[in-house]
T-cell receptor
Framework: GQQVMQIPQYQHVQEGEDFTTYCNSS?????IQWYKQRPGGHPVFLIQ?????EVKKQKRLTFQFGEAKKNSSLHITATQTTDVGTYFC????????????FGKGTLLTVNP | SAVISQKPSRDICQRGTSLTIQCQVD?????MFWYRQQPGQSLTLIAT?????????ESGFVIDKFPISRPNLTFSTLTVSNMSPEDSSIYLC????????????FGSGTRLTVV
């Protein structure tokens, strides 16, 4: 079945440093989504990427979808303590199948 | 986007008993999903629930253990049956927003501890 690998598992940064997490799918994806889960909270949708090579930005967050639609990345510029949480990518294979396959997530901690 | 109310938020249950988790969506949605998440781990899909049809279960999950109801387009329940300590986990429901166009929204989760 479809697998989505995500690295790193953990990342600790000083406030102001940049952060990147990477996802790689075993199969070509219809789209990839990114979620943030604060400690003790539930996943919250951040963005969806659909097109090959797509790049989207949300303030300090930059999301990329690879040309082959099998990999993706999330980059945070100048991290803040409010960025703390686990970032999950989730792949969707498309068609009539709306199931998401989640990566293992990257736990980001930020030292003020 | 849709808002999901999930309850209970947490429960401590005796082994051998059953717990039913409810999710209410504030708008009609076609698909709802049930996930399990161990603390600090990723989300594992249990089943997909469409209104008017049997739920579709993922490998490793069976209807007898996790019966699901989906009586209408705004409501679903998941029952964890004959519980054992291995069932201790966080259970989350989710629904697509406009057929996934705007991602998926999640309930706040049910933290289940089986003793």
């Amino acid at each position: 079945g479809q697998q989505v690998m995500q690295i790193p598992q953990y990342q600790h940064v000083q406030e102001g440093e940049d952060f990147t997490t990477y996802c790689n799918s075993s199969t070509t994806l219809s789209n990839i989504q990114w979620y943030k889960q604060r400690p003790g909270g539930h996943p919250v949708f951040l963005i969806q990427l659909v097109k090959s090579g797509e790049v989207k930005k949300q303030k300090r967050l930059t999301f990329q979808f690879g040309e082959a639609k099998k990999n993706s990345s999330l980059h945070i510029t100048a991290t803040q303590t409010t960025d703390v949480g686990t970032y999950f990518c989730a792949g969707n294979s498309g068609g009539s199948n709306y199931k998401l396959t989640f990566g293992k997530g990257t736990l980001l901690t930020v030292n003020p | 986007s849709a808002v999901i109310s999930q309850k209970p938020s947490r429960d401590i249950c005796q082994r051998g008993t059953s717990l039913t988790i409810q999710c209410q969506v504030d708008s009609q949605v076609t698909m709802m999903f049930w996930y399990r998440q161990q603390p600090g781990q990723s989300l594992t899909l249990i089943a997909t629930a469409n209104q008017g049809s049997e739920a579709t279960y993922e490998s490793g999950f069976v209807i007898d253990k996790f019966p699901i109801s989906r009586p209408n387009l705004t409501f679903s329940t998941l029952t964890v049956s004959n519980m054992s300590p291995e069932d201790s986990s966080i259970y989350l429901c989710s629904s697509e927003v406009l057929f996934g166009l705007y991602g998926y929204t999640f309930g706040s989760g049910t933290r289940l501890t089986v003793v």
